[in-house]
């Protein structure tokens, strides 16, 4: 587990994302949104982080069970964030990753069971999937 502060794991966040949203990949400015959220005893690690534009991260506050099926909120496990999957497409490279708080960032794991690579279990509208894209 992660014990760094607020700083840190933002300035990790902010290097990892390259000013793009981690879930739809459009640029943006970027919200922190926590996986495990503060009221459940989330911290400010990079694991339990997503830079995320506004839009997604609201899209994940009101939706946390879908939210929870890409591992882009963790509600329904004790898990730590960092053995928790997510589905991502960074470099237009869809799949599931662990977060991690050194090169390389995202570490690809295999599709949980009932999972694609190519597409996260939920989505909102405006995600557009790499093999989607023109
Ligand atoms: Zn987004």
């Known amino acids: 587990m992660n014990t760094y502060g607020e700083a840190r794991g933002r300035k990790i966040i902010k290097t990892r994302a390259e000013g793009r949203c981690e879930i739809c990949q459009r640029p943006s400015t970027l919200e922190w949104s926590h996986r495990r959220s503060r009221a459940q005893g989330g911290s400010w690690s990079s694991a339990n982080g ?41 470099y237009g490279m869809a799949g599931w990753y662990l977060l991690l708080d050194v090169e390389p960032t995202y570490q690809g794991v295999p599709a949980p069971p009932g999972t694609l690579d190519g597409e996260p279990p939920h989505r909102p509208d405006w995600v557009v999937l790499p093999r989607e894209r023109v």
């Open 50 to 90: 997503l830079g995320v534009c506004r839009s997604c991260h609201a899209w994940c506050e009101a939706h946390p069970v879908k939210a929870d099926a890409c591992g882009w909120r963790i509600v329904s496990r004790d898990t730590p964030p960092e053995d928790v999957p997510v589905w991502l497409a960074p």
